[in-house]
């Protein structure tokens, strides 16, 4: 999704491509804290935003996270609303890093299509996501990092883990164990374990997604 939103926002002219970049970008620098509880009342049963739009429309609302029975596709609608608001908070991130990327592939690339005909799906497909393999790779492995890392957002809008634990993550986890039961060694146990976790999986990352060549 952020790629071909950064391919449109790179193709408009500068002054606008300077407007959207400003806009996708406020949540990242936003505080974590912030953007939680916006979302918290967006997703609020009595008076959230959510609730009162489907009710509009003429469908009942639901406690989007204190709800232990709601699911799709057998995930819990709670993991699924706080993790909209993780990627909405993560995505203008991204979309800078990708923009950049962007720019830094030589046009001669496109205007060689071009003159060989190729559409801009083509031209997009054939030359430019490839050309952005680097920058996937780099976002990829960094946008792994940070979501085996969220904390915040989980913990404000669920608590300890929300309807039943069933949005209880691993660092959360971590929190609980070693400052509210004071278990320290069991969280460090975990810990080590989150850290090969993270170490294995960006490193099948960077051996899968690496390239052989340059431009």
Sequence with gaps: MTVPLAVLIESINLKMKVVFRTIYFLPVVTSAVAVSLVWGV???PTFGLLNGLLQRLGISGMAWLSDPTNFVLGIPVAMLCVLVAYLWSDMGYNLVIFIAGLQGIPDVFREAALVDGANA????????LPLLQSTMTFVTVMTMLSSWQVFVIFYIMTGNGGPSNLTRTLVLHIY???????????????????????????????????KEWEY
Excluded: D, H, P
Aim: no cysteine; aromatic share 20%; charged share 15%.
């Design 42 to 44: 967006v997703y609020n």
């Design 121 to 128: 799906w083509q031209r997009f497909w054939f030359v430019t």
């Design 176 to 210: 609980e164990t070693a400052f509210r039961y004071q278990e320290m060694g069991l969280a460090a146990t975990v810990a080590v374990v989150l850290f090969i976790i993270i170490m294995i999986t960006t490193l099948l990352q960077l051996r899968f997604m690496r």
